[in-house]
């Protein structure tokens, strides 16, 4: 048995609270570097981008080489065969569309009372840095996911920067993405002097007023330094998937399910929740034969995983399963159950929701439409993912004609009286002294 | 002469910076007394306050004193004038009728390809801390523009703490406004004891998942020291004014105007950019006027701000006024021109915009409708202000018929591939199996 069946209400509380929890990334331990690397990249700029290049990824470059070529991205699509290709356009394509849909009017404005107009423009961010990671895969779909919200929320230049494979070469799918995406530059550096580059900018890399994107955990320690430095969207920590099912679902998806998010490290989570006692063992029974199917990498990853953070639990009720959703939160919730747009109401707290029976995560992951970089660790009771109101800035305005403010004055120096703001009230009161 | 004209073209760069870079709140030195307050509170809970409210505030309350009783708010009705009460009604339903505005659709969904919709719903975060300050002077004004649009957001437990006056009591304008604003539980502890109590929960005072508001050094620190434990609003730092003015402008306007950022402390900042030297040199005379219209206390600051962050600079046209506004990037931008309404449209950066010679940005302050929690310190190059959207959550969700699996499996596949995730393809595949 990869994963052990809890009945929720004999539960006790230190498995409770483990399964609760879940992993942290820890950084402690790095920060003293990173914060080395961040301080020299900022005085020395790009020659600190290749001696770190060299001395974490024991990779060479010159300065020359640190901004990928037009010719690179040209002929990456000759590395690549001609579906993966298409498939990124398709999937790109459904990212656009949902992130379009995401932006509000560009401007609006109301009648607050006679004479006073008041309203809100969106304003793009001018510059925005997307982190692409490397390491245990290569993210044409983590291109997608950043550069196309800010693209589409009309931020006028989104650079990329990403770690190079061990021959120096940028993985030719990300790439094609960037180009797909519409990136305007990409750079091969990765990890924390990546970051620090994008906060300062150096001789070859802009210094942009915003940074998103998934990394490890020198991207998370470089954000974490950096915090007050340049803004820097929610940073996604190990990968969470919570299935909440009746008596509909099919247990072989479930297991299947179980498994997605738990391949992608040692620390991720998958979790059960039905009230079914026959699904919950049937799909204990299966997990292994996914599991099984999985090259040695991603089994090890997932065996890991489901030991630590993996778990069926066996409610009373839909209802109940619900409740425990709430409460745990998940980055990626599966409401696999008759009807799922009606207990879609009762969730609160949930990074995205999957419905129904031909839904699993992943697809989210790829390309469906909406982001994959979504609220990990509880997050999701305060947050969601990350969309393309996360590019622009929503600027008010106001414009009182003179009888307008007339009408609103008494009111507003009386309240400036009242919390001791001589200044303010003169300021109004002003516009009425000749009459 | 308080405040110097500068020509842009001819300052030196010593002056440019310091008018650029203003001041920061400086929280270092009480980093090490905040951290023992927020243990203590996290630990012993009232007991803790009661202790902290004594200590730093010098005013004794008990445990069942912390939150303000329901007779203390009807009593507060009659401690302050029907003109008052009537102004705070008045303009909160202003600041209500434009954050509703702000608020987009609860739900939507779209078709993005045949057999996949896709959407987002609107989630209330379930409790929020708006935190209302005391000290330099009360502010009814605060409680709208925090409490307001977390309960049009639907947030279901809006809480507020703010300090006491000497004698122990809650202002009666901050408790007539909470009332007015329906806040749900008022408690009078001040300081960075409050934001710990909210951060973590007391026996009185409920754990929160988002804290907003402005305050002193003390709340900055705790905020910083918070951070990641707790969501935390942006916080604005001192306050700024900047106006853009063509030939259209009164200089008695502009002269009043510069004043009103630079009286909420002595770090604020006031300044007049204009190509018309007249109205330059005219609004330079008259600041003193209305400088000494003001009291000791207010004047002391306005005196001292704009000595530090104050200027008058000149430029060669409007164009050039405006790009200096971008380069600023100011909490309050006052455009007092011919045509406001288009010169809007060239300005990138500013936390809030006030149109027209009958918009002194003092009307925004106090209930024009737009929130007055704005970016400070040239964080309206990356954000806006507070708004209802702070207070919910985006949720995405998708829903695939197996047909609309069909139509994009070999797309989502093939690039689980790419990347190397197996178990995400094959939660896919697995819908298929038993075709």
Redesign the interface.
């Known amino acids: 048995m990869y994963i052990p069946v809890y009945k929720l209400k004999d539960m006790v509380q230190q498995d409770y609270e483990r399964i609760m929890k879940r992993s942290e990334i820890e950084t402690t331990d790095i920060l003293p570097i990173v914060e080395k690397v961040i301080n020299d990249v900022k005085t020395r700029g790009d020659e600190a981008l290749v001696e770190y290049t060299k001395d974490f990824e024991d990779i060479v470059i010159t300065k020359d080489m640190v901004q990928v070529t037009a010719q690179e991205i040209k002929d990456a699509y000759n590395k690549?065969d001609e579906?993966?290709i298409?498939?990124?356009r398709?999937?790109a394509d459904?990212v656009k569309?949902?992130h379009a849909?995401?932006l509000?009017r560009k401007m609006?404005s109301?009648e607050?009372?006679p004479g006073?107009v008041?309203g809100?423009?969106l304003?793009p961010?001018?510059k925005v840095g997307c982190y692409v990671p490397g390491g245990?895969?290569?993210?044409?779909?983590a291109v997608m996911m950043s550069v196309l919200p800010a693209k589409v929320a009309g931020v006028s230049q989104v650079v990329v920067c990403t770690p190079s494979a061990p021959d120096g070469s940028v993985p030719a799918?990300t790439l094609i993405a960037c180009d797909i995406c519409g990136a305007d530059a990409v750079y091969r550096i990765g990890g924390s002097q990546a970051i620090a580059a994008m906060a300062y900018g150096t001789q070859t890399i802009p210094k942009v007023?915003?940074i998103v994107g998934p990394g490890s955990k020198w991207v998370l320690a470089a954000f974490k330094l950096l915090?007050g430095e340049v803004?820097i969207g929610t940073h996604a920590g190990p990968g969470e998937g919570l299935i909440v099912a009746d008596e509909t679902a099919d247990p072989?998806?479930a297991a299947?399910?179980i498994?997605?998010q738990?391949?992608?490290g040692l620390d991720s989570a998958g979790v059960l929740v039905t009230h079914i006692p026959e699904l919950a063992y049937e799909a204990q029974k299966r997990i292994g034969r996914?599991i099984e199917?999985?090259?040695d990498y991603?089994k090890n990853f997932?065996v890991e995983s489901l030991r630590k953070y993996g778990a069926i639990i066996l409610t009373d009720s839909l209802e109940e399963s619900l409740a425990y959703a709430n409460e745990y939160a998940v980055e990626h919730l599966e409401i696999m159950t008759k009807d799922?747009?009606h207990d879609?109401q009762k969730?609160?707290?949930?990074?995205?929701?999957?419905?129904?029976?031909?839904?699993?995560?992943?697809?989210?992951?790829?390309?469906?439409?909406?982001?994959h970089v979504l609220p990990t660790g509880r997050k999701?009771?305060?947050?969601?993912?990350l969309?393309t109101?996360d590019f622009v800035?929503?600027?008010?305005?106001?414009?009182?004609?003179?009888e307008?403010?007339g009408n609103?004055k008494?009111?507003?120096v009386?309240?400036?009286d009242?919390?001791?703001?001589?200044?303010?009230?003169?300021?109004?009161l002003?516009?009425f002294?000749k009459d």
């Open positions: 690549v579906e993966t298409q498939a990124i398709t999937l459904n569309k949902f849909a995401q509000p609006w109301m607050i009372s006073l008041a809100q423009v304003i961010l001018d245990r895969g290569w993210f044409p779909s799918g007023d915003k915090y803004e072989e998806f299947a399910d498994c997605i738990a391949e992608h996914h199917r999985l090259n991603r997932v799922p747009f879609m969730i609160k707290n949930a990074g995205g929701i999957y419905l129904g029976h031909y839904t699993p995560l992943s697809t989210g992951c790829f390309g469906s439409g909406p982001n999701a009771t305060v947050s969601g993912g969309k109101l800035k929503d600027v008010s305005f106001e414009y009182f004609s003179k307008g403010l609103l008494d009111a507003m009386k309240l400036a009242y919390e001791g703001f001589p200044a303010h009230g003169n300021a109004i002003e516009r002294a």
